[in-house]
């Protein structure tokens, strides 16, 4: 005589199962969201650092001065650095590099003495001094700093915190 063995759930323990689940879901939800954010922040500090840097290496390799500057549209300098920016050799409407971002819930802010920032030659940005931060939610994620050397640094959380005045 063959024996069968079924095996299968109970509605009670696939009932418990699903609650278990969803109660798991429910708590890993804003943990995800958060490193989704912070994730797409992260993305745009390396993009905005990479053009800088890419800038300031194009003058010095070129022999020719570069500058970054806000666009709208890819094309043409601008003021809002939201939209995007553009790598442009100065004096020429060529446009060396762009970047556009989609819309996003952040405020990108750059503070400094002109709203262009030119790269000579040999690499220095004399009126370029000045910073770039990112506001989320009223608090400052992030900070790149450049100096009139030309040099881009990324700030500290605790130089973050100091600086946290700018997003209020």
Same mark, same amino acid.
Request: proline share 2%; glycine share 8%.
């Given at each position: ?9 109970t509605?009670p323990?696939?009932?418990i ?5 969803s ?35 194009? #003058?010095?390799?070129?022999g020719?001065? !570069?500058?970054? @500057? #806000? ?5 043409? @300098? ?10 442009? #050799? ?18 990108l802010?750059? +503070?400094?003495?002109?709203q262009?920032? !030119? ?15 990112? @506001? +989320?939610?009223g ?16 700030s ?11 997003c209020?």
């Amino acid at each position: 005589m063959l024996y069968s063995s079924q095996q299968g759930l109970t509605l009670p323990e696939l009932l418990i199962t699903l609650s278990l689940i969803s109660l798991l879901a429910a708590i890993a939800t804003p943990d995800f969201r958060r490193l989704i954010e912070s994730n797409r922040q992260q993305a745009l500090q390396d993009r905005l650092l990479h053009s800088l840097q890419q800038a300031r290496a194009r #003058a010095v390799i070129e022999g020719r001065s !570069v500058e970054v @500057c #806000a666009s709208e549209d890819g094309e043409q @300098c601008g003021a809002d650095w939201n939209k995007g920016w553009i790598l442009k #050799a100065v004096g020429r409407e060529e446009t060396l590099a762009a970047e556009q971002l989609s819309p996003a819930t952040h405020r990108l802010h750059w +503070q400094g003495f002109t709203q262009r920032i !030119v790269f000579h030659a040999n690499g220095q940005s004399p009126t370029g001094n000045g910073r770039f931060y990112l @506001c +989320q939610d009223g608090d400052l994620a992030w900070q790149l700093v450049l100096n009139r050397q030309g040099r881009v640094r990324i700030s500290t959380k605790a130089e973050n915190r100091k600086e946290a005045h700018r997003c209020g």
